[in-house]
Structure formats: C-alpha cells, structure tokens
C-alpha cells in the first residue's frame, strides 16, 4: 500500500466553516457523528488535551462494517505517519545515550551500505532524514521488492536492510540538505541507524526506550487489527487483505497501532518537554526535536518528525501536527506545546471513504476548543 500522509501544515489552513460545530464539540462527542455526516466512516474516536491532561476519549460510529459493533473507549487504532515522531524520539534518545550523534554522515552509520550507495547519500545526516531533507523519493520504486516483504521470513531488521539498499542505490530526486521532500523510506533508514549502532530491533528499542518508560502497553504491529478490534477500510469493505496495509518492517515510517490513551501519554509529554518536565529527553533535545529545519513557508516546515506550524487554521500557535494513513485509516494530531493544549482524532477509513475529511472537519472543530484565534 505504501500510504503514509504528510504534516498538517497545509491542510490545516483550509476553511471548512464549522462555528456552530466548533463551539459544541468541547463537551459534545457528538462532533464526531456530525463529522461523519455525508461521508461513509464507519467509526471514530478523539482525545482532547488540555493543561497537559488528556480528558476522556471520545467515540462514535462501529468498528467494522461486518459485524457492526459499536466503536468502545480503550480500542487500538493506526498511526500511519504519527509513528515518525516516535522514531525521531528514540533516535534523539540514542543520541543522548552516544550511541548515535545528529552530525554522523550517513557513510559511517551504515558502512556495509556504502559500496552500493549513491555518492549523493554518503554526508547525509539524521537530522536530514527524519526532516525530509536528505533528497529521498517518498518510497521505493521497485513495488515489486516490496511486495515479496509480505511474506518474507526474514527479520525486521534484515527485510528494512534489504529494502533501504535498494532505495540508497538510487538516484536523489533533488539534492540532500536543499528542499524538503517528504520520504518515507528517511525515517527507515534512521531506523537502521539505530539497529546498526545498538545491535537491538527497532521493534525491541521503541518498546524499552519510549513505551516501556512512558506507561505504554498498547502498541500492536498487527496491522489487520484482531478481534473486537476496530478494521480499517477501504473501496467501501473492510481492510482485511494482506496487502491492503503496509508490511510490518513499514513501523518507523508509519505501521503501528496503539490506544488513544497511550497516544495521548506520547504528546504530553513531547509537550511537557519543552517545558522541562518530559521523561524521556533533555529540554533541549525536545525543543530541537520540533524546529523546523532548512526552509520554511511562512513559519512552516518540518522538524524531525513532526511538522512545525506556526498557526495551524489560524490559530495561535506554535504547533507540532501531523497526519498518517496507509490507505485504510487516518490520523491527525495537532499539538500546541506552549499550553499543554492539543487534539488527537482518528478514523477507520481514509480518502476511498471520507476519512480524510471527516478527521481533518472533527481537528478543526476540537482545535478550536483549547486555542485561541491568532492575532
């Protein structure tokens, strides 16, 4: 599938004229149904946060479109490319710990890589591939390799090598360190990095060094979802084909479900961070994690991870936001880490069925509860 969204930098600006939603969605969760209107989204939920505290989640709609049940508080649901500020978190934490440094070319970190990789990549740094500015395409583009990942037996670590040689072999589609351009395929090979510097799993290091420390127990790389569990959806049917959804070795860029509450607990405290309070980083390894590098529009670009607005549909900002699908699911989150404020919304469908708008109409609606209009 190979879908994964962008920052909400862009999208956010859009006029959706929602006054009358926006003013009830604080205490309503009906704003989800209402955002589901006109659309064919069989489910959503939403977590507001406010003063660095996440209020109770918000649901609306079924799970699934075969059995129909109920959408319940507590469900695992897809990131798709929110998971990229979780890998940008272990990286800095890596970093800290000086298993990896942010100025380390890319030539020393993966040294078996270097014969077959592009001259082009060879000075690229972390910072440049987890803020879209190493000039890598989006994906790779031999889908045909990346079909065979489905069913390949080997480990994550050697499927994501197999598939980051490849993609380092080819030509850049603009120089590194110049424009951004957003790529999946950046924050794989960030990924790797980190294998090769700790000998351990990415799945096994974003478990000790971020999930584990921050009380989060809910992470699923299951990306079909088991039973009694929210499906993703696409075409109008549930999601339920092997490669409907991307394969496992995708978890850096975007393949990864987990609860709202563990999501919610993430984003506190990426904001609390800023203030010198997160468990996890340095404030400044927090505040570098969400500066927007290279060029900018207007005050927008990318940090690492993270897309960096400095007033998201028109509100008073800074924000850190994003959003994330695989084609089945869609996620938006837009966080405002000088007040603690923020809104986390997802939908089990995407474009095929309405979800992108539905999401973006209940962020809209739910961001302007807890921030105030720009100056």
């Not at 064919?40 to 609306?60: H, K, L, N």
């Not at 987890?130 to 080997?154: C, I, K, M, Q, V």
């Not at 957003?182 to 799945?203: D, H, P, V």
């Not at 539905?358 to 921030?371: I, N």
């Amino acid at each position: 599938m190979i879908l994964t969204r962008r920052s909400l930098s862009a999208s956010l600006g859009l006029s959706l004229g929602l006054p009358t939603l926006a003013a009830r969605a604080a205490t309503n969760p009906s704003v989800l149904l209402e955002a589901m209107k006109d659309t064919q989204v069989p489910g959503m939920t939403a977590v507001v946060i406010r003063d660095f505290r996440a209020e109770p989640e918000q649901v609306a709609g079924i799970r699934d479109l075969v059995s129909k049940a109920p959408v319940v508080p507590g469900a695992r649901w897809h990131m798709g490319s929110n998971a990229k500020a979780l890998t940008a978190t272990l990286v800095a934490r890596l970093v800290e710990a000086g298993a990896l440094a942010w100025d380390r070319p890319l030539s020393s970190m993966l040294p078996d890589l270097l014969p077959g990789m592009n001259p082009a990549y060879r000075d690229v740094t972390l910072p440049d591939l987890l803020s879209h500015h190493a000039g890598l395409p989006e994906n790779a583009t031999n889908l045909d390799f990346f079909n065979t990942l489905y069913d390949s037996r080997a480990s994550m670590t050697d499927q994501r090598l197999s598939y980051i040689s490849r993609c380092l072999a080819e030509a850049p589609i603009g120089p590194p360190q110049a424009e951004a351009s957003y790529s999946n395929t950046g924050l794989l090979i960030a990924a790797a990095c980190a294998e090769q510097a700790t000998g351990k799993s990415y799945e096994t290091l974003i478990q000790s060094r971020l999930f584990v420390p921050l009380g989060m127990t809910g992470l699923s790389y299951d990306q079909l979802g088991g039973p009694g569990e929210p499906k993703g959806h696409i075409d109008g049917r549930v999601a339920d084909r092997p490669q409907d959804a991307n394969p496992r070795m995708f978890a850096p860029a975007g393949a990864m479900r987990m609860t709202m509450s563990d999501w919610a607990r993430f984003c506190i405290d990426q904001m609390k961070g800023e203030h010198g309070k997160g468990r996890l980083l340095k404030t400044e390894s927090y505040k570098f994690l969400h500066a927007p590098q290279g060029a900018q529009t207007d005050g927008a670009g990318w940090a690492l991870g993270w897309g960096a607005a400095p007033n998201p549909m028109k509100l008073r900002g800074p924000a850190l936001t994003h959003s994330g699908s695989d084609g089945n699911w869609y996620a938006l989150v837009c966080l405002f880490p000088q007040t603690g404020n923020g809104v986390l919304v997802v939908s089990n469908t995407a474009e095929t069925m309405g979800g992108d708008a539905a999401t973006l109409t209940a962020t809209r609606a739910l961001a302007k509860t807890v921030a105030p209009l720009a100056a």
